[in-house]
């Protein structure tokens, strides 16, 4: 591992690593390439936030309906400045819900809308209202902590 990485371990509940895996096969499939969950959070981290899309009763909801921590063990390896940006994402829904929420809560919530829109992209495709080249817009996360701090990574 270089000094430029670092590994968080989770304790997490099998209903949230159920999401981590579907949001990998998703993730796989979207990129014809296998994915990990580092990847994942990298390459999400810079765009919408959950908040922009979703109203905060949502949010609350899906994180009582999946509860973060439990007994299987995760490793997610990640760079120093995709953990930093996790760090402001985690603030930003903090403050939006009003609440102090787990860096386990923070990443169920991002996956939780990178599976909700899959599903909302590929009914407007069946329904041919949306193309599947449309780029991803900018969020208020990458916005506030300015473009030069989230680098993609691919």
Known sequence: M???QCTLALD???HFFNLTT????LRSNETR???TLGNLV?????LPCALEDHAPETIREHLSAIPTTGDIRIDLTITRSSADSLDAVKKLISEGLGSEISLGDTLSIMLFHYVVGQKAARVLERLGLEGTDNPP????ISEELGNDKIV???
Do not use: M, W
Not at 42 to 46: A, E, M, N, T, V
Not at 137 to 140: P, Y
């Open 2 to 4: 270089t000094g430029d």
């Open 12 to 14: 997490i509940s099998e």
């Open 22 to 25: 579907e949001s990998l096969r």
């Open 33 to 35: 390439c296998y994915q």
């Open 42 to 46: 990298s390459d999400r981290i810079g």
């Open 137 to 140: 817009r900018k969020s208020a």
């Open 152 to 154: 993609p990574l691919r």
